[in-house]
């Protein structure tokens, strides 16, 4: 299950943070760009972090918080009433290079490349397959087993735990290898699922 059905919850969770943002005339798109300038913050952590275990721990607050504007941005646009296409368009161009800086990050440090490729393929695909949907008349697809907030919430949690400790678990793969093999292989399973789900509904309709 996609942390993004929860948005609904979570748009609401976020209330008093968009009150807070509404009364000091932050704009979405300020909040778009900012998380931007996190996610590039926590991929520098995270390259650090691999020659450094303690640094996991500030690269996990920096990618959590990088999650938390991905939502406020939206929820904020929406309760001012400022959504624009123009809005969208930008906060789906900053979103994809914030998961290149931070997944690229992780990988860096834990110096896989060829995993790191992968997975920020699977990523890219698994996006881009969202947004085709939306063009194609489809409506903006969320689904399939890994979203954006489940692989930050993800990358998050494991790099706190990272920070503490770090084991080699099977193969010779640590915890930060590990998850990186698991984004590598469900964000193309997610991409495909998005794919399949596309595909049958323009042609069978």
């Known amino acids: 299950m996609t942390l993004d059905k929860l948005r609904p919850l979570s748009n ?3 209330g008093p943070f968009v009150s807070a943002a509404r009364r000091l ?7 778009t760009v900012t998380s931007v300038v996190t996610a590039a913050a926590a991929g520098y952590v995270l390259v650090v972090a691999g020659s450094s275990q ?3 721990l500030l690269a996990s607050a920096l990618v959590l918080f990088t999650g938390f504007l991905d939502v406020l941005d939206g929820a904020l646009a929406r309760a001012t009433d400022t959504a624009t ?3 969208d368009f930008l906060d789906h161009v ?4 914030g998961d290149v800086l931070i997944l690229g990050g992780l990988a860096i440090g834990a110096d896989q490349y060829e995993l790191g490729m992968l997975a920020l393929t699977g990523v890219l695909l698994t996006a881009y397959l969202g947004t085709q949907g939306d063009a194609l008349g489809l409506g903006r697809i969320y689904g399939g087993l890994l979203g954006r907030a489940d692989i930050l919430v993800l990358v998050g949690v494991v790099c706190a735990v990272a920070a503490v400790a770090n084991p080699t678990l099977l193969y010779g793969l640590d915890l930060v ?3 990186l ?7 193309h399973v997610t991409a ?4 399949v789900w596309s595909w049958r509904e323009l042609t069978e309709h």
């Open 94 to 97: 900053l979103d994809r290079y």
């Open 12 to 14: 609401k969770a976020i």
């Open 181 to 187: 093999v698991v984004l590598a292989v469900f964000t």
């Open 177 to 179: 290898d590990a998850t």
């Open 54 to 56: 303690s640094w996991y």
């Open 25 to 31: 005339g932050i704009s979405a798109n300020a909040i």
């Open 192 to 195: 495909l699922q998005r794919f």
């Open 85 to 87: 296409d123009a809005g």
